[in-house]
């Protein structure tokens, strides 16, 4: 039987995400426990925002025009001026501070001057530096959608509003497990012939340390098969025995657990041997290669987006189209790591390290996103490497 192509990158992705199950399980946490989790429901807003009239600066809050002015009094943040302003009267106020009614302009610190009770002005602007009520949001409005992967800026936002607690999806149980005859964790013996193991604490790392470890196996049918069998998992991710050697035992092992593989391979290099599939009872696998840069690549390509996705979340990687860079032949997209930023005119700038070698990690320093390259040129994949639990993090540039 003629084994099937390797499916493209985005064509990998897209059959992946369609598979993936997205469990309904929520939970309800405190809001500053929510980094990184995928809001359940949409979030509206209970009141107003700011609940009041309200000072964007110190100074004074006055009625009319007038060169001058009666203090009558002071609004402080916590404390309200509660009496209506006469024509001609003034009162000092503090940022925040609620604006009283009859208020019809607010005078900054530096252009006013009170003595004996009567401040002078140097300008009068009606309505400057007053923050109607509402004027950030309305009782009603969406401040969190459903779906949507949350950020510190929106726990400002809903903790602005009196939200103290949040509903999230669920994240997904995902195990890890290394492969390999040769390879020994660090900081035990090695021995003349075997490798150290760089993929598990990178990999546990990038997840946040969601991931429970399921550590080394040999390249051995039942050892593979006893160590998945155990887990409770939603996800498998599994390092190693994907390239289809006659040591590379993971497939072959896992079809007594009813594997069903949806992406075989894919057409790019470095991570070609990367496969996913389903066991019986719904559980995904998705298999890494042993090469590191290679497995790297496909975590960022492949697993993370699967992750967020099984946890709620709806976005998906969003590449941008680099113009300076020439299209590759040749029937495999190429993938590098890259380091990104903007040049001294505000341009996006993207080198690509290392020299495709799939095990060298040393020329990745500094890497904060993908580049790959092919007959139609070249993308950029932003990577945001500080991990957030449960979901992708990815920068925040849109593109093609």
Same mark, same amino acid.
Not at 126 to 155: S, T
Not at 214 to 239: M, N, Q, S, W, Y
Not at 263 to 279: E, I, N, Q, Y
Not at 323 to 347: I, S
């Given at each position: 039987?003629?084994?099937?192509?390797?499916?493209?990158?985005?064509?990998?992705?897209?059959?992946?995400?369609?598979?993936?199950?997205?469990?309904?399980?929520?939970?309800?946490?405190?809001?500053?426990?929510?980094?990184?989790?995928?809001?359940?429901?949409?979030?509206?807003?209970?009141?107003?925002?700011?609940?009041?009239?309200?000072?964007?600066?110190?100074?004074?809050?006055?009625?009319?025009?007038?060169?001058?002015?009666?203090?009558?009094?002071?609004?402080?943040?916590?404390?309200?001026?509660?009496?209506?302003?006469?024509?001609?009267?003034?009162?000092?106020?503090?940022?925040?501070?609620?604006?009283?009614?009859?208020?019809?302009?607010?005078?900054?610190?530096?252009?006013?001057?009170?003595?004996?009770?009567?401040?002078?002005?140097?300008?009068?602007?009606?309505?400057?530096?007053?923050?109607?009520?509402?004027?950030?949001?309305?009782?009603?409005?969406?401040?969190?959608?459903?779906?949507?992967?949350?950020?510190?800026?929106?726990?400002?936002?809903?903790?602005?509003?009196?939200?103290?607690?949040?509903?999230?999806?669920?994240?997904?149980?995902?195990?890890?497990?290394?492969?390999?005859?040769?390879?020994?964790?660090?900081?035990?013996?090695?021995?003349?012939?075997?490798?150290?193991?760089?993929?598990?604490?990178?990999?546990?790392?990038?997840?946040?340390?969601?991931?429970?470890?399921?550590?080394?196996?040999?390249?051995?049918?039942?050892?593979?098969?006893?160590?998945?069998?155990?887990?409770?998992?939603?996800?498998?991710?599994?390092?190693?025995?994907?390239?289809? !050697?006659?040591?590379?035992?993971?497939?072959? +092992? #896992?079809?007594? *657990?009813? =594997?069903? %593989?949806?992406?075989?391979?894919? /057409? @790019?290099?470095?991570?070609?041997?990367?496969?996913?599939?389903?066991?019986?009872?719904?559980?995904?696998?998705? !298999?890494?290669?042993?090469?590191?840069?290679? +497995? #790297?690549?496909? *975590?960022? =390509?492949? %697993?993370?987006?699967?992750?967020? /996705? @099984?946890?709620?979340?709806?976005?998906?990687?969003?590449?941008?189209?680099?113009?300076?860079?020439?299209?590759?032949?040749?029937?495999?997209?190429?993938?590098?790591?890259?380091?990104?930023?903007?040049?001294?005119?505000?341009?996006?700038?993207?080198?690509?390290?290392?020299?495709?070698?799939?095990?060298?990690?040393?020329?990745?320093?500094?890497?904060?996103?993908?580049?790959?390259?092919?007959?139609?040129?070249?993308?950029?994949?932003?990577?945001?490497?500080?991990?957030?639990?449960?979901?992708?993090?990815?920068?925040?540039?849109?593109?093609?």
């Amino acid at each position: 039987m003629k084994p099937q192509a390797p499916f493209s990158i985005d064509a990998a992705l897209a059959i992946i995400l369609r598979h993936i199950p997205r469990s309904a399980r929520c939970e309800n946490l405190s809001i500053a426990g929510t980094l990184g989790r995928v809001s359940a429901t949409n979030v509206l807003a209970p009141g107003d925002q700011p609940r009041f009239d309200s000072a964007a600066m110190d100074g004074w809050v006055v009625a009319g025009e007038h060169a001058a002015y009666r203090v009558v009094g002071e609004s402080r943040a916590g404390a309200a001026y509660l009496d209506a302003l006469r024509d001609g009267e003034a009162v000092a106020i503090s940022t925040g501070a609620v604006v009283p009614p009859g208020a019809t302009a607010l005078i900054r610190r530096e252009q006013g001057r009170e003595a004996g009770g009567m401040l002078s002005i140097a300008a009068y602007a009606p309505g400057r530096d007053m923050r109607p009520r509402g004027c950030d949001f309305r009782a009603g409005d969406v401040l969190l959608g459903a779906g949507q992967v949350i950020g510190h800026l929106d726990i400002a936002r809903v903790a602005a509003a009196g939200i103290a607690t949040l509903a999230v999806r669920a994240d997904p149980k995902v195990a890890l497990l290394a492969t390999g005859d040769e390879i020994t964790p660090g900081g035990q013996d090695a021995g003349p012939f075997g490798n150290y193991d760089a993929l598990s604490p990178a990999i546990l790392a990038r997840l946040g340390g969601a991931a429970r470890h399921l550590g080394i196996v040999r390249d051995l049918d039942g050892a593979i098969v006893e160590r998945v069998a155990a887990c409770d998992a939603d996800a498998v991710i599994v390092i190693g025995g994907a390239s289809g !050697g006659r040591h590379d035992r993971v497939r072959h +092992a #896992l079809g007594e *657990l009813g =594997l069903q %593989v949806m992406v075989p391979s894919v /057409a @790019m290099r470095p991570g070609k041997p990367f496969w996913c599939a389903v066991l019986d009872g719904g559980r995904m696998v998705f !298999g890494l290669p042993g090469n590191p840069v290679a +497995a #790297l690549v496909a *975590l960022e =390509l492949f %697993v993370l987006p699967a992750l967020a /996705a @099984m946890a709620g979340a709806v976005e998906e990687p969003c590449w941008v189209d680099l113009d300076d860079q020439e299209p590759t032949a040749g029937e495999y997209a190429q993938v590098r790591f890259a380091r990104w930023g903007l040049d001294d005119r505000g341009k996006l700038s993207a080198q690509a390290l290392g020299q495709g070698d799939s095990a060298a990690l040393l020329p990745l320093a500094g890497a904060n996103g993908l580049i790959r390259s092919g007959r139609d040129g070249a993308q950029l994949l932003p990577l945001g490497l500080t991990p957030r639990r449960g979901a992708q993090n990815r920068a925040g540039l849109r593109g093609g």
